[in-house]
T-cell receptor, first 112, second 114 residues
Framework: QQQVKQSPQSLIVQKGGISIINCAYE??????FPWYQQFPGKGPALLIA?????SEKKEGRFTISFNKSAKQFSLHIMDSQPGDSATYFC???????????FGKGTRLSVIA | NAGVMQNPRHLVRRRGQEARLRCSPM?????VYWYRQLPEEGLKFMVY????????ESGMPKERFSAEFPKEGPSILRIQQVVRGDSAAYFC????????????FGPGTRLLVL
C-alpha cells in the first residue's frame, strides 16, 4: 500500500522547545519526501524536502532526518515559536510514477 | 510571480446542483493536480492533468466528478449533482515537471453542500 503514517496527531510544545514529527512509509520506490505547513483556511505550503541519498537536511530552524533502512523520516523544528503553530503534513512520491501521498497531519501548538 | 490561483474561495451549493472549481497554475507550470481535504484529514489525490490531457485520475470518483485542463484557460474540476459528502476543501497544485515532486498549492476552494 502506498501509505505514509504520521505521528503524533497533535503536539503541544513550549516556546523555545523542539518540535518533532515522525513519518513512516512502506513503498521503497518513494524518492522524494516533502513537508508541508498549513495554516487554518490556507493551502499547504512547501516547507522543506529531502531525497533518500542524504540523511539530513537543514534549512534555518527546520531539519529533516531521514533513515532509509527504517523507512522513516522526521521533521525537527528548533526553537519553536508561536508563529509555527500550524498543521504539518509529511508526504512522499515515486517521482513521475505516483501522485503525492500525504500523512494525516500533525497539529502543532506552540505555547508561550 | 503569482502563485497558484483558485476560485471561488468558498462555494455553497444545494444537493443536486453542479459545482465548478477553477485553478490557474503558476506561470510556467504545465502540470496540475487536484486534491480533496476532509476536516481533520490529510490531502487525498484526485487527478493529475497536463494541458489537454488527463494523466492519472485514479483518485477521482468514477461518477459525478470530472476534470479538464484546456489548452487555454484554467483547469476545471466539475462535480455534478453534489451530495453532502462532497463538502470539503479542494486544493489545486501545480508543478513545472512531473518528476521533481515539488508541487505548489493554491489557497483552496471550500465547498459546502446544503
Amino acid at each position: 500500500q502506498q501509505q505514509v503514517k504520521q505521528s503524533p496527531q497533535s503536539l503541544i510544545v513550549q516556546k523555545g522547545g523542539i518540535s518533532i514529527i515522525n513519518c513512516a512509509y512502506e513503498n521503497t520506490a518513494f524518492d522524494y519526501f516533502p513537508w508541508y505547513q498549513q495554516f487554518p483556511g490556507k493551502g499547504p505550503a512547501l516547507l522543506i524536502a529531502i531525497r533518500p541519498d542524504v540523511s539530513e537536511k537543514k534549512e534555518g530552524r527546520f531539519t529533516i532526518s531521514f533513515n532509509k533502512s527504517a523507512k522513516q523520516f522526521s521533521l525537527h523544528i528548533m526553537d519553536s515559536q508561536p508563529g509555527d503553530s500550524a498543521t504539518y503534513f509529511c508526504a512522499a512520491i515515486d517521482s513521475g510514477n505516483t501522485p503525492l501521498v500525504f500523512g494525516k497531519g500533525t497539529r502543532l501548538s506552540v505555547i508561550a | 510571480n503569482a502563485g497558484v490561483m483558485q476560485n471561488p474561495r468558498h462555494l455553497v451549493r444545494r444537493r443536486g446542483q453542479e459545482a465548478r472549481l477553477r485553478c490557474s497554475p503558476m506561470k510556467g507550470h504545465s502540470h496540475v493536480y487536484w486534491y480533496r481535504q476532509l476536516p481533520e484529514e490529510g490531502l487525498k489525490f484526485m487527478v493529475y492533468l497536463q494541458k489537454e490531457n488527463i494523466i492519472d485520475e485514479s483518485g477521482m470518483p468514477k461518477e459525478r466528478f470530472s476534470a479538464e485542463f484546456p489548452k487555454e484557460g484554467p483547469s476545471i474540476l466539475r462535480i455534478q449533482q453534489v451530495v453532502r459528502g462532497d463538502s470539503a476543501a479542494y486544493f489545486c497544485a501545480s508543478s513545472q515537471t512531473a518528476t521533481t515532486g515539488t508541487q505548489y498549492f493554491g489557497p483552496g476552494t471550500r465547498l459546502l453542500v446544503l
